[in-house]
């Protein structure tokens, strides 16, 4: 561990594909035992940066450790150290589930291998199924599998890359747990990407990433504070239809739909009211200020940044 | 530090490969499949017996003898003789146009020889570039002369009929110097069977990972290249092992191939070559993007490979460019260890010249293999 006990400390990451710049030079000092949270669009660059951090990529330029290792040049032992939960499921659908943890158990040469395994399977509930065929489980299940088999060799970090795409609320619920009785309990430190704000707001802090560059870091009152939005709410009959006649108001700078409500956003107070003023006196709708959420924030994000995703 | 070669991650990527071989069924089946459909195939080839082949018997020794002979290939279903001549010069010119396939020469005091029991020599010029043909009639011929006399030596002369044969056939085989013969294409059948398995069941072992994205998982883990290429690998040996047991097997109980030299000495040899093959089909695989590249591969590979080693064409009739590239190739080596050890008997010594250029091929290319695997994605 560095001094500073940072689990992940790097400085200028860059990844360049031929002309295209994945990762611009980021800083990312994550401290151990915490959970980060890593946003942003699809194509920002938050895989490429998880690669390169555990040695699957090599990176253009940057410097800094995982785990107190030179990310560069010491990715062997990072590897042995880190768990890594690819975007996509990663284990092998023809090797029974039995087998794919027997196999990762193996390659770390665990001790009591088939003790440790025997465990793990009764902790995810697994005994029963597994001589089942990882590829016939569902996309929770899978998820699951994927954690126990990439926490089996009780990693001390965690990257987990957008782990609970697809799956329904229940198991993110559960998965989530997971990883805070992870973090709790052993003190593992966890880099975790995902697209869904529940999940971010469970985070110690959040990184946002957006065309390979940090636009916003910080715990999600700081991000929020941060932004400098202003928001106003609009409930009732009608809301809805307010939504393109706001739209193009020098004072609105988004607009986005909760449910029924919507939230109108800008950073000019003056003009915001001044766009909103025609409709404060309709009686079917209710206009109230409110903090801005991590979602509002997370638009302007977006939009600030060229928005759409690659 | 764990930077160490480890057994112990070699035998559990051997273990999940042997258990992912096990699940593919497609895959073993084509393996066994092929062999045995090639098999088939050529054994049909080599079974059918060609007959009728036109025949220019030439006689400088007209007499009793020359007449039984001539009558005995005129009754024998697999000859027809076209012309008797008296001139060796129009028999060898027939052959040469092709009007005839065989020249049957029967040479000057053919008759005062065999009285005197001193085996004259019966010359059979043989057209041999179709030698799937020629060759079951050239077996025919010593059977058919030796009944033919048979008949004629009697009284005194009856101990001239049977051991030693009452002739010598000397068979020439004309424009194919390298004397094919339908022994040679059991060595030709292993020699090529093992280039389109091997290194297509190769190509795809990294490929499917990568295909299936599970590759990123496997570099993810602790786990050096060496130690992916032995556990990839070594299945791919078992099933090697057992095609070209299977092959020889038939070979020798089906169609009764000789098998004149040391069978451990050709298992030694061919696990060489398989080696080989196993290097070439790995070094794809850390190229190929997907299994469709990798099939493009192996048929870029396997094409020379039978083109050029002497299989098709006969090695030392091809333009020298062909025989250069025909020389890199572990087929072509292989073809000649198999052919030495199993029809000439050739032990150590005599394949050697032959061996050497495999192990190098195999350093070579695994070398190649091992530093073109890439620990990253990039
Ligand atoms: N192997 C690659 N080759 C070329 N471009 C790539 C490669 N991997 C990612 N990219 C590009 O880099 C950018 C960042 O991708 P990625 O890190 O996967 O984003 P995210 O995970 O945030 O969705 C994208 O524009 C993507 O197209
Ligand atoms: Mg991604």
Known sequence: MTALGNAIDVRGLTKRFGKKTAVNGIDIAVPEGQVWGFLGPNGSGKTTTIRMLCGLLNADAGEGTCLGYNFRTQAEQIKRETGYMTQKFSFWEDLSIRENLDFVARVYGLPGQRALVDETLEKLGLEQRQNQLAGELSGGWKQRLALAACTLHSPKLLLLDEPTAGVDPKARRDFWDEIHTLSGQHGITVLVSTHYMDEAERCDRIVYISGGNIVARGTVADIIAGSGLITFTVEGDGARQLAPKLRGHPGVVFIAFFGAMLHVSGYDRALLEQALAPYRNDPNLAIRETAPSLEDVFIQLQENNGGASA | ?378
């Open chain 2, 1 to 378: 530090m764990n930077g160490r070669f480890s057994l112990a991650r070699v035998f559990a990527m051997l273990g999940k490969e042997f258990i992912q071989m096990r699940r593919d069924r497609l895959t073993l089946a084509m393996l066994v499949g092929i062999p045995l459909m090639q098999l088939i195939l050529f054994g049909y080839a080599i079974n059918m017996v060609p007959r009728h082949l036109a025949t220019v018997v030439s006689i400088s020794d007209p007499g009793p003898f020359s007449d039984s002979i001539v009558a005995a290939l005129a009754n024998s279903s697999f000859f027809d003789v076209v012309k008797a001549t008296n001139s060796p010069a129009e028999a060898h010119r027939m052959l040469a146009e092709g009007t005839a396939s065989f020249a049957i020469n029967i040479p000057p005091n053919f008759s005062r020889d065999l009285v005197r029991g001193v085996q004259p020599e019966l010359l059979v010029e043989a057209d041999a570039t179709d030698p799937a043909a020629g060759a079951y009639a050239i077996g025919a011929i010593t059977t058919i002369v030796s009944s033919a006399l048979r008949n004629d030596l009697r009284g005194p002369l009856a101990a001239r009929a049977y051991a030693p044969p009452p002739v010598n056939v000397v068979v020439h085989q004309l424009y194919n110097p390298e004397n094919i013969t339908r022994y040679n294409i059991v060595p030709g059948l292993l020699g090529m069977i093992l280039t389109m398995t091997m290194v297509m069941v190769t190509s795809i072992a990294l490929t499917r990972e990568r295909e299936r994205g599970t590759y990123e998982n496997l570099l993810a883990m602790p786990m050096r290249p060496t130690e992916i290429m032995i556990g990839k690998i070594t299945p791919n040996i078992f099933i090697g092992a057992f095609q070209s047991a299977l092959i020889l097997t038939v070979a020798r109980f089906v169609f009764h191939v000789p098998m004149l030299g040391s069978l451990p000495l050709l298992a030694a040899a061919g696990m060489i070559y398989i080696a080989a093959l196993l290097a070439v089909g790995y070094t794809f695989s850390t190229v190929a993007q997907n299994q469709m590249q990798a099939m493009q591969m192996t048929f870029f590979f396997f094409l020379p490979s039978i083109m050029l080693s002497g299989f098709i064409f006969p090695f030392r009739g091809m333009p020298e460019w062909a025989q250069w590239i025909g020389e890199v190739l572990p087929i072509t080596h292989f073809l000649r260890v198999v052919r030495g050890i199993l029809l000439k008997g050739n032990g150590f010594t005599e394949i050697w010249p032959d061996t050497w250029p495999m192990i190098l091929f195999l350093f070579v290319v695994g070398a190649i293999a091992v530093l073109r695997f890439r620990r990253t994605l990039d």
